[in-house]
């Protein structure tokens, strides 16, 4: 589910690493939006920090390590030193060239958040256009959203295998939407907020969702196919199911496999592919944690009940 894209090799140019990080992505159907991308150099090159090229986008940072007076650079010259806390969020805009000194190991989250995103999420909730970020040089947020949101993504970075698609969509789409309303003023719009799909919605997303248990659909494909915006489309999927898309399905992978494991006597390496799950150690975890018992006990639990 990672791959390296443009967003990684940019990054590890700016930051002179040397092989280029993996990224989770979101695309909407017209390419690329929202990229996220892990950063770490326990023993960096030393100097100034790369450019990105001048554009109408953001990085939303999250620290995991502190850095001590660090140097910042902005439009091409020496700004201040701050100290950067591990855990703080900061935001830079791409079009004032946001530089540093590397000068000591440093570990970080970025998120690459494009103006075209911010105008999508707008369009689509039809509100105003979300103006200026609260891009201040040098100015942590201690931001909970933020850091839960990362340490999420921060595990699918980590098992791109077993990170579906609909997933990274759900953390993306609800990035976006917390960095439009705490750093840009966004305010909720005149798209309904209350009120599930119609019955024939919510069958043809379940029929669409349940033909693809390894989750490679995103969720902009399943909703424009009911022309809503990827928010109404999950808020609305979650008010007549119970359930986010990306627990919905997961919920039908362990069905799936509950029920490979009572009609079938096929090995549990087999039964995972095909219920979905990248591998039997995903399966067994995810199952383990959701039923209480490893799939091996459960099964073991549901012959002897069955022949008794």
Same mark, same amino acid.
């Given at each position: 589910?990672?791959?390296?894209?443009?967003? %990684?090799?940019?990054?590890?140019?700016?930051?002179?690493?040397? *092989?280029?990080?993996?990224?989770?992505?979101?695309?909407?159907?017209?390419? @690329?939006?929202?990229?996220?991308? !892990?950063?770490?150099? +326990? #023993?960096?090159?030393? %100097?100034?920090?790369?450019?990105?090229?001048?554009? +109408?986008?953001?990085?939303?940072?999250?620290?995991?390590? #502190?850095?001590?007076?660090?140097?910042?650079? !902005?439009? /091409?010259?020496?700004? @201040?030193?701050?100290?950067?806390?591990?855990?703080?969020?900061?935001?830079? *805009?791409?079009?004032? +060239?946001?530089?540093? &000194?590397?000068?000591?190991?440093?570990?970080?989250?970025?998120?690459?958040?494009?103006?075209?995103?911010?105008?999508?999420?707008?369009?689509?909730?039809?509100?105003?256009?979300? /103006?200026?970020?609260?891009?201040?040089?040098?100015? $942590?947020? +201690?931001?909970?959203?933020?850091?839960?949101?990362?340490?999420?993504?921060?595990? $699918?970075?980590?098992?791109?295998?077993?990170?579906?698609?609909?997933?990274?969509?759900?953390?993306?789409?609800?990035?976006?939407?917390?960095?439009?309303? =705490?750093? %840009?003023?966004?305010?909720?719009?005149?798209?309904?907020?209350?009120?599930?799909?119609?019955?024939?919605?919510?069958?043809?997303?379940?029929?669409?969702? *349940?033909?693809?248990?390894? /989750?490679?659909?995103?969720?902009?494909?399943? =909703?424009?196919?009911?022309?809503?915006? &990827?928010?109404?489309?999950?808020?609305?999927?979650?008010?007549?199911? %119970?359930?986010?898309?990306?627990?919905?399905?997961?919920?039908?992978?362990?069905?799936?496999?509950?029920?490979? @494991?009572?009609?079938? *006597?096929?090995?549990?390496?087999?039964?995972?592919?095909?219920? /979905?799950?990248?591998?039997?150690?995903?399966?067994?975890? &995810?199952?383990?944690?959701? &039923?209480?018992?490893?799939?091996?006990?459960?099964?073991? !639990?549901?012959? $002897?009940?069955?022949?008794?």
């Amino acid at each position: 589910m990672t791959q390296t894209g443009a967003f %990684g090799q940019r990054l590890a140019q700016v930051l002179h690493l040397k *092989d280029a990080p993996p990224s989770l992505i979101t695309r909407s159907l017209r390419g @690329m939006e929202l990229a996220v991308t !892990e950063t770490r150099d +326990d #023993n960096p090159v030393p %100097g100034l920090s790369g450019s990105f090229s001048l554009e +109408d986008a953001f990085l939303v940072s999250l620290k995991l390590h #502190n850095y001590p007076d660090c140097e910042l650079w !902005e439009n /091409g010259k020496c700004v @201040m030193r701050a100290d950067v806390p591990a855990g703080a969020t900061y935001l830079y *805009d791409l079009k004032h +060239d946001p530089r540093y &000194v590397i000068d000591k190991p440093f570990h970080s989250l970025f998120f690459y958040l494009p103006r075209s995103a911010l105008d999508g999420l707008t369009e689509q909730s039809r509100t105003p256009r979300v /103006g200026q970020l609260a891009c201040q040089l040098g100015v $942590g947020h +201690d931001d909970a959203i933020i850091r839960h949101i990362g340490a999420s993504l921060q595990q $699918g970075l980590r098992r791109p295998d077993e990170t579906n698609q609909l997933f990274i969509d759900h953390m993306m789409v609800a990035l976006t939407a917390h960095v439009a309303q =705490a750093y %840009g003023g966004l305010r909720p719009g005149s798209e309904p907020t209350r009120g599930g799909l119609a019955p024939w919605q919510v069958k043809r997303a379940c029929e669409r969702l *349940d033909s693809d248990l390894g /989750g490679k659909l995103s969720l902009q494909q399943i =909703a424009a196919e009911f022309d809503l915006s &990827v928010s109404h489309f999950s808020r609305a999927f979650r008010i007549s199911t %119970g359930l986010p898309p990306h627990q919905w399905l997961l919920r039908q992978r362990l069905k799936a496999a509950k029920q490979l @494991m009572t009609v079938r *006597d096929l090995p549990l390496s087999e039964i995972a592919i095909s219920a /979905g799950f990248a591998n039997q150690s995903h399966f067994t975890r &995810v199952f383990s944690a959701a &039923v209480g018992v490893s799939p091996g006990a459960w099964r073991r !639990e549901t012959q $002897g009940a069955r022949e008794s």
